[in-house]
């Protein structure tokens, strides 16, 4: 096995470990266990320390996320549709990767008062994607007909929240120069947006039973009345 087919084994490893049983409880002995490794040693190879293994997981969950909703927002041809898309994107994936999602989650919560956690810098908000930095810099422009909706995620130095806040101001922006939104507080709607699909994670631990599908329509319906242009 290769060495970054090594790390990528390791990194799966300590998502599934600590979606399943806590950041807390997630020692390098359980996550060599569920690797298949012969010895932690094996990790510590591969790893600097805790710290930089789990900014590596971050990193590989903000990737998926961001490169994911890049794809989906970037076919749309005008920037209500993108924002839609943005909405249903984001709400579709925390359904279908529960696993990484709730371990994102478990790294915001219990990761501040730990020494060896990764610092704010590496983007440990709760289901707010990066897609710069983690997909290479392969995040593709979002673009609309005309070609000037919002860029991909971009690793622009921001923590992977403030980019997911600018990727939504930009498509905001867009559509009020074109006239398919009204004018409002850009910064204000981008915030409302993203902490709107933010607190999905922390609903599902209180309520695993939630109807995401139903939280997207209504999320989507809310925003699009609350940016539609007034007739």
Do not use: W
């Not at 529960?98 to 440990?124: K, Y």
């Not at 939104?181 to 695993?208: E, G, H």
């Amino acid at each position: 096995m290769t060495e970054q087919a090594r790390r990528t084994q390791i990194i799966a490893a300590t998502i599934e470990t600590i979606a399943e049983l806590g950041y807390r409880r997630a020692s390098f002995a359980e996550i060599a266990r569920r690797a298949g490794l012969s010895s932690t040693g094996m990790i510590s190879y591969h790893f600097a320390g805790k710290a930089e293994l789990m900014t590596e997981v971050l990193t590989e969950i903000h990737g998926g996320v961001g490169a994911y909703l890049t794809e989906r927002v970037a076919a749309q041809p005008d920037p209500p549709r993108m924002l839609r898309a943005y909405i249903e994107g984001m709400v579709e994936y925390l359904d279908r990767n529960r696993a990484p999602m709730r371990a994102l989650l478990e790294i915001f919560l219990n990761a501040a008062g730990d020494a060896t956690a990764p610092t704010p810098e590496s983007g440990g908000a709760p289901s707010t994607p990066d897609s710069g930095q983690a997909a290479d810099g392969q995040g593709a422009a979002a673009q609309g007909a005309d070609g000037q909706a919002a860029d991909g995620y971009a690793a622009d130095g921001q923590g992977a929240d403030g980019r997911a806040i600018g990727f939504l101001e930009r498509i905001l922006t867009e559509g009020q120069r074109r006239g398919d939104f009204r004018d409002f507080d850009v910064r204000v709607m981008a915030m409302a947006v993203q902490r709107s699909v933010d607190m999905l994670p922390f609903a599902l631990v209180t309520d695993p039973g939630l109807d995401l599908a139903r939280c997207a329509r209504e999320l989507t319906v809310l925003f699009d009345l609350g940016t539609r242009r007034e007739p």
